[in-house]
């Protein structure tokens, strides 16, 4: 089956680093009917956040920045020159987080 694993380390208010592990299942690839190839592909990434607040803590702009590997995992013969490939993560996003009301959050 397929999983995703995500974890995340705070150094400070500005910056976090984070990495995930994702499982995408058994996939097998077929032709003329028949399988020719079975892969259980998987892929990890570590990623640096880094923000700033604004607004009273309920704005936050971020770039985001990292590297991956996608990995195949062929459980026979493959058909592919490379199983192993590596991957750039970058990207701006912007955190919106209201304040809560009488305690109650949105």
Do not use: M
């Amino acid at each position: 089956g397929a999983y995703k694993l995500y974890l995340g380390y705070k150094f400070n208010h500005e910056a976090t680093l984070e990495g995930s592990l994702t499982g995408y299942g058994i996939y097998d690839i077929k032709n003329s009917g028949s399988t020719t190839e079975r892969l259980d592909p998987k892929s990890a990434a570590v990623c640096l956040n880094y923000g700033q607040d604004f607004w009273h803590n309920q704005i936050r702009p971020f770039v985001l920045a990292g590297v991956g590997l996608l990995w195949l995992d062929p459980q026979e013969s493959t058909l592919y020159d490379n199983t192993l490939f590596f991957s750039l993560h970058y990207g701006l996003g912007l955190l919106y987080t209201p304040h809560s009301f009488d305690g109650w959050g949105l």
